[in-house]
């Protein structure tokens, strides 16, 4: 990376600003310091990974819409399965897990997420089985497999229709699962960082950008603080999470993006496992488009449960700081009891039982994130990545580090897209999936699976 000139006095006190410490935020600053940059991370929060990380459901797996998406997530995965090798560092905390308990992905029909799924995971050689419905119902005895959908509301009339048919089968994929601490996962980048150089500011706001004028509408030299101090850098890295849109309003570039990002709210649910079996022991992470839910194992016999935002389900825009309040009757009820019919032994929670948790999503337009440069040199975003990319930690840090290199040694990559070599995998990842001047992908299925 080359220095702008006339930044001031003396030398740039960093090489990169990222801004944010959840689990992106960190990933893109580990994989700078492992370049040897030197890095500072500012988050308004107390800690690592306070913010919308702590609330991920933190699901591992392979079902995306594009073929870049599923490479990522692909090569993501052996980031996990290797984590403490992958550090490099010790944490006095001990570092998050992976838990490959498997993920059931439900086929309702001929027609089907699947159809998009099956031949990328051909193609890319990512393990699956395809159970058809008398597999299906050997290996899952204790689920319902009618069909009931499309998803509704609880509260509404065709919630309490009856089935219409049943399940053609399944795609299971055994490397799937979940990370078991996300925060952890989080906590183990901001150690990973410090051991190479790299430094964590908590509990700070940046409120403004110090840029330089340039041929292509300026360069960014820096920060500014809301304690009146500055921080120079050549490079800022836009990880807000939900702040993300506010950052770069701030930063000028809001308006010159294609692709948008929004901050949603968003609950996710934790119910008691059935009587009958053990789900944390032998369940397995299940993508429901049938009924409108995804679900995976939680310790102590437990279920964690979410929506995957289909059309009934409600949007709701908040602002990044808005108090968000508890979760809803509405959605607590209206998803146990999508859970409870794939699994009726499940029973229904009494009302007392109600829990989850009540977080943000910072979503981009067609829900597929934004990794690239931005029209004011130097300022980099890894955004709109709530809800379907925490599996993509480690190979988003890989693919914004390599990007700033590229970028900010001459590469062209409005023009000439970057290429990523995948780490584990060998796999190409193509980055223009990822360009805020795309088009809303017609590829991308709009949904998350947490």
Not at 326 to 347: F, H, V
Not at 404 to 425: M, S
Request: net charge negative; with cysteine.
């Amino acid at each position: 990376m080359s220095d702008p000139t006339g930044a001031g006095s003396g030398e740039l006190e960093y090489d990169a600003i990222v801004i944010g410490a959840g689990i992106i935020g960190g990933a893109v600053a580990y994989e700078l310091a492992r370049r040897g940059h030197r890095t500072l991370n500012i988050d308004k929060g107390p800690g690592a990974g306070y913010g919308s990380t702590s609330a991920s459901s933190a699901v591992v797996r392979f079902s995306y819409s594009t073929e870049t998406g599923v490479a990522a997530a692909w090569d993501g995965m052996h980031y996990w399965r290797n984590w403490a090798e992958y550090l490099g560092a010790p944490d006095e905390s001990g570092y998050a897990k992976l838990v490959q308990c498997g993920m059931v992905l439900l086929i309702q029909g001929e027609e089907g997420h699947h159809n998009r799924v099956m031949p990328l995971w051909d193609r890319l050689g990512v393990p699956y089985e395809y159970w058809d419905r008398v597999e299906l119902g050997q290996r899952l005895p204790t689920f319902d497999l009618d069909l009931y959908g499309p998803p509704s509301r609880s509260t509404d009339d065709d919630f309490w229709k009856d089935a219409h048919g049943t399940m053609v089968g399944a795609l299971f994929s055994p490397d799937a699962g979940y990370v078991d601490d996300p925060q952890l996962a989080a906590h183990n980048l901001q150690r990973a960082t410090e051991a190479r150089g790299g430094e964590f500011r908590f509990r700070t706001e940046v409120v403004g950008f110090l840029t330089q004028p340039g041929a292509s509408g300026g360069r960014v030299t820096g920060v500014e603080l809301a304690d009146g101090s500055t921080v120079t850098a050549k490079v800022v890295v836009n990880v807000g999470g939900p702040h993300s849109s506010a950052i770069n309003k701030l930063a000028g570039v809001y308006d010159a993006m294609n692709i948008k990002t929004t901050s949603i709210r968003h609950e996710t649910y934790h119910v008691p496992g059935p009587s009958d079996m053990d789900f944390t022991a032998n369940g397995l992470a299940v993508a429901d488009d049938d009924s409108g839910i995804y679900f995976r194992p939680q310790p102590g016999n437990n279920i964690l449960v979410g929506t995957t935002d289909p059309p009934c389900d409600p949007k709701v825009p908040v602002g990044p700081d808005e108090e968000l309040g508890e979760i809803t009757s509405d959605g607590w009820e209206t998803n146990t009891m999508r859970l409870n019919k794939r699994m009726p032994t499940l029973g229904v929670p009494l009302p007392h039982e109600k829990k989850g948790v009540v977080d943000r999503y910072d979503k981009s337009d067609d829900w597929i994130p934004i990794y690239d440069r931005t029209d004011l040199d130097g300022f980099y975003v890894a955004i709109g990545t709530s809800g379907n990319q925490f599996k993509n930690a480690g190979v988003a840090g890989h693919m914004m580090a390599e990007l700033i290199e590229a970028v900010q040694g001459g590469h062209d990559h409005d023009a000439e897209p970057l290429q990523v070599t995948a780490r584990y995998t060998g796999l190409n990842l193509d980055m223009a999936t990822f360009s805020r001047n795309r088009q809303i992908n017609p590829s991308s299925s709009m949904s998350v699976h947490g």
